[in-house]
């Protein structure tokens, strides 16, 4: 049966209905205002909110509408109210929830709207993951808007520096709910005109061109000749440059035509302080999924990924939260199981540095390692302080002045003439 949290700041109500949905077999989680929802809802993953509108601290539209912006509206919600109004009901369908329920509320339409709600809920695919689930991150909120802009004024999109689960992420941003999805990555037989009816007004996609064999070559070109037909839209995705293509025999034809209109997906390396929130929003969406236990990141943890140089790009980021997410022993994961992750095939880029440094804030590491690199070279260069500037690239002047901000000693007049 079905695990339901209640969120009502009336006891009698939440009294009343963990009975009746207890009696029929349900586990029944009670929270009397959106700041313990809040908190169970972080902790837990139910599959049905029932959430009263008017409470004391924070409304239960407000509530819904923060779920829905931090990628945790996961769940059908139903919403309840002794007040209700149509205006209620359409703002609250508008921003998700399934259904409406007016207090006082009637054992039997209670029962039937649970039975319908969760019904309709495990027909449903799981979600898949889009850029709107990265919306904290200012990186990626900004590529999906230039990613939209392209999308809208073409059949015929190309997403460059990306392959594989991160452009089905951007590919899938663009599909419209219920849409249709083809992946021609997956076609192993010729398309025909009447899969294409079947698809038509949705999205073709294909994950890397340059890992199509001959027959899905073909399967492309078919397509290409009939977007407009069946109202198709095709979003391919390289990570290598499309000359790559005509090296290996492409028509130039073709590769020119995929070529036309494209966006690049920006490149992680580029963009440390973004990693942090990205690898938390992945996180909690592969735990939302059940691809992984619930899991939480430790500020340690953040700032051991930020440092690291992601040569594989998008590609390596993936992997290594989804598996930080599989192997941690703990709910939270630390820096030492980043630095076990990356250091895990003898990754000359992952964190060189002891994991406390990043268990500090940035200021205080900063810190710390500065006062291990200059004690490193006071001892190599036994308190010379001519061969000491030299050595770090530093002026005199800065360099006392560092070295007093520090606690450190500064070397002697006479260890100048060693």
Known sequence: MAQIL?????????ELLSEILADEGHSVW???????????????????????????????????????????????????????????????TRIGASDFLEKP????????????????????????L???????????????????????????????????????VCARTLQAPRAPWLDLSN??????????????????????????????????????????????????????PLSTLLEIGWDSQLVGRLGE?????????????????????????????GEIPLRRFSSGAQNALRLHRWHGEWVELLTTVKNLGLSALEEEISADDVVRILQTDGDPCAP????????????????????LYFQYHLTGERGNMTRLAEKTGLERTHLYRK???????IGRRGDERE
Do not use: C
Not at 106 to 128: C, F, G, I, Y
Not at 262 to 285: F, K, M, Y
């Open 30 to 92: 009670l929270a009397e205002n959106a700041a313990a929802a809040r908190k169970l809802r972080a902790e837990r993953r139910p599959d049905l909110v029932l959430l009263d509108i008017w409470m004391p601290d924070t409304d239960g539209i407000s509530l819904l509408k923060e779920w829905s912006a931090g990628g945790l509206l996961t769940m059908p919600v139903v919403m309840m109210s002794g007040h209700g109004t149509i205006d209620s009901a359409v703002e609250a």
């Open 261 to 289: 209109v494209w966006v690049a997906l920006p490149q992680i390396s580029g963009h440390p302080d973004d990693v942090p929130e990205i690898v938390a929003l992945l996180l909690a969406h592969l735990a939302e999924r």
């Open 6 to 14: 209640i969120v009502d700041d009336e006891m009698g109500i939440r």
């Open 352 to 371: 060189p540095l002891p994991s406390v440094f990043f268990e500090q804030p940035l200021r205080e590491a900063r810190e710390a390692f500065e006062r």
């Open 187 to 240: 076609s192993s037989a010729p398309l025909t005109q009447e899969m294409l009816q079947t698809n038509a007004g949705g999205i073709v996609f294909v994950a890397d061109l340059l890992q199509l064999g001959k027959l899905q070559q073909m399967n492309l070109v078919f397509v290409l000749e009939r977007l407009e037909k069946y109202r198709l839209q095709l979003i391919a995705a390289a990570a290598r």
């Open 130 to 168: 889009t850029l709107d689930d990265f919306a904290r991150s200012p990186l990626l909120k900004d590529f999906k808007r230039r990613l939209e802009q392209a999308a809208a004024k073409t059949s015929v999109l190309l997403l460059k520096n990306v392959s594989g689960g991160m452009a089905e």
């Open 403 to 409: 070295l007093r901000q520090l606690g450190l000693p």
């Open 105 to 128: 509320i009637a054992l039997q339409k209670l029962l039937a709207t649970v039975k319908k709600v969760l019904k309709h809920e495990t027909l449903l695919q799981k979600r898949p």
